[in-house]
């Protein structure tokens, strides 16, 4: 009964909400203008090449369906994008923290803006929080603070290290239309950078843990 | 007023915001609604708006002719409450325009400027304050206090929304990103800044109306082009062509959820 109660108050908050989303008024003739537009008005600029707006199967699901796919295509998709994450050859998934809280506070790389040698950040406090110190942090993603004590209960030693190393790589591989990006997938971060990061998280000395 | 003292003035309430530890997300809004307060009795906007109505009425281009029979969509001459009615279909280009593309149809045909020389280098630097941006200043500013009221009823009005709608939710790039990505959840930001949620009236409202906008970081009056553009920069998307198609379609998905609200810009931005 509950269930039921809160189904139909979804649905109604989903009806009143004033703009109509996209899912339920496909229209193919539109969504082929739409392409042709981005297309012809999108143009080079530094870096960021004209390449960047054709979508891969992952961002064209996810846009198709607002981030919210048909459960099957997702679970394909998601394994899809798990066995394409590259695990480090070496079999250690923890590098060294205090480099791994740098690249979480440099938001640089990959606008039109940043020179093509800038080396991207990791762009981590953008959406997280991290440490106690820093308190210029987003919260589009939620916090990572205590990360180690978070998750204690659930995964420890090895297997937390390769679910954080996996995560970092492509978190698309766990939950398909997540916001955060894919920095080993496409590319944004080295293998050594992520174990650092990786550190960063899970080092008991870091300050994400410490205290 | 002196743009370097406000500027200044702005640096130092930040700085104390960071100095002053935790609580931060309430706090740097509270700070920036108390800088706005402080100045609010002068927008630097103001210097732009003044400078746009001084051009607008001045005959310029090889046609030494002024803007003042620009039809903004209310009838040649019109500026007063055209900017609460854009983007619109206007028959005698076939198109839907908003205000700056129609600035540069009003250059092109009136004034005779050749378009690439608007559209190459549509936004001001340090050093560099283009006609177009002053125009917009001034005709903003015309629609103060006037209620927003962009309508659907032309096929192509409705169908520039649909695009902009579809434009908003496309994900790309090397981030993956589209607009909505940072802008349909409430109540959450990127560092410090809030990112309002385009799925809501509210939300939609209240940053629509204050755009264009006079940018204290900067020291510079901005267009609503340019914001777009700097979205799109975040996005890590490519450039959009100026008063492209892409841009307006987008313009009129935001302006259109935004009607009924007062518009107020000029704005005043961190």
Redesign the interface.
């Known amino acids: 009964m509950m269930k039921t109660k809160y189904a139909v108050g979804f649905f109604i908050a989903l009806i009143g909400c004033p703009i109509a989303a996209l899912a339920g008024d496909k229209n193919d003739a539109l969504d082929a203008k739409v392409i042709s537009i981005i297309k012809r008005d999108f143009h080079d600029k530094g870096i960021a090449r004209l390449d960047r707006i054709n979508q891969d199967s992952v961002q064209a699901m996810c846009t198709q369906y607002l981030n919210n796919p048909p459960i099957v295509d997702m679970e394909r998709l998601e394994a899809e994008q798990e066995k394409a994450i590259k695990w480090p050859a070496d079999g250690k998934y923890m590098g060294d923290w205090k480099a791994g809280e740098k690249l979480a506070q440099s938001g640089i790389g990959m606008t039109w803006s940043d020179k093509p040698d800038a080396i991207p950040g990791g762009n981590c406090y953008n959406c997280h929080q991290l440490s106690a110190k820093e308190i210029s942090y987003g919260t589009l993603g939620r916090s990572l603070l205590h990360f180690r004590a978070q998750f204690s209960q659930i995964r420890s030693g090895e297997e937390l290290q390769r679910y954080v190393y996996g995560h970092i790589y492509n978190a698309k591989a766990y939950n398909l239309c997540v916001k955060m990006p894919r920095f080993g997938h496409l590319g944004i971060l080295t293998e050594a950078q992520i174990k650092d990061l990786v550190a960063l998280l899970l080092d008991p000395e870091s300050p994400v843990n410490k205290q | 007023m002196n743009t370097h003292i406000i500027k200044s003035l702005f640096f130092v309430l930040l700085f104390s915001i ?1 100095g002053s ?5 309430s706090d740097a809004t509270d700070e920036i609604a108390k800088y706005r307060e402080m100045i609010s009795d002068g927008n630097p906007a103001d210097f732009d708006e003044m400078r746009g109505e001084n051009l607008w009425k001045k005959p310029s281009g090889p046609k030494k002719v002024s803007m003042q029979k620009c039809d903004l969509g209310k009838g040649s001459g019109i500026v007063k409450g055209a900017y609460a009615e854009l983007p619109k279909f206007f028959p005698d280009t076939d198109r839907v325009q908003d205000l700056e593309s129609r600035l540069v149809s009003c250059m092109t045909t009136l004034q005779g400027i050749p378009e690439k020389e608007i559209t190459t280098k549509p936004f001001g630097g340090d050093n560099y304050k283009p006609d177009i941006e002053s125009y917009v200043a001034y005709v903003v500013g015309q629609s103060k206090g006037v209620k927003m009221n962009v309508s659907l009823n032309h096929p192509k009005e409705k ?1 520039a929304y ?2 902009g ?3 908003f ?10 607009c ?3 802008h349909t ?1 409430d ?6 800044q809030d ?1 309002p949620n ?4 509210k939300d ?1 409202q209240a940053a629509y109306v204050s755009w264009p906008a006079y940018r204290v970081s900067q020291g510079l009056f901005r267009s609503f082009q340019w914001r777009l553009n700097d979205c799109f ?2 996005q ?6 100026y008063v ?4 307006i ?1 987008l313009a009129m998905f935001m302006a259109r ?1 935004a009607n009924d609200a007062i518009y107020a810009g000029p704005g005043l931005k961190r």
């Open positions: 960071y530890v935790v609580q931060a997300a169908e649909e695009i709608k579809r434009i939710f496309y994900r790309a790039g090397p981030y993956d990103f589209a909505a990505t940072c959840q109540k959450i930001r990127i560092r410090m990112l385009f799925n809501k009236a939609s920069r975040q890590r998307f490519p450039e959009p062509q492209s198609e892409l841009t379609d959820n």
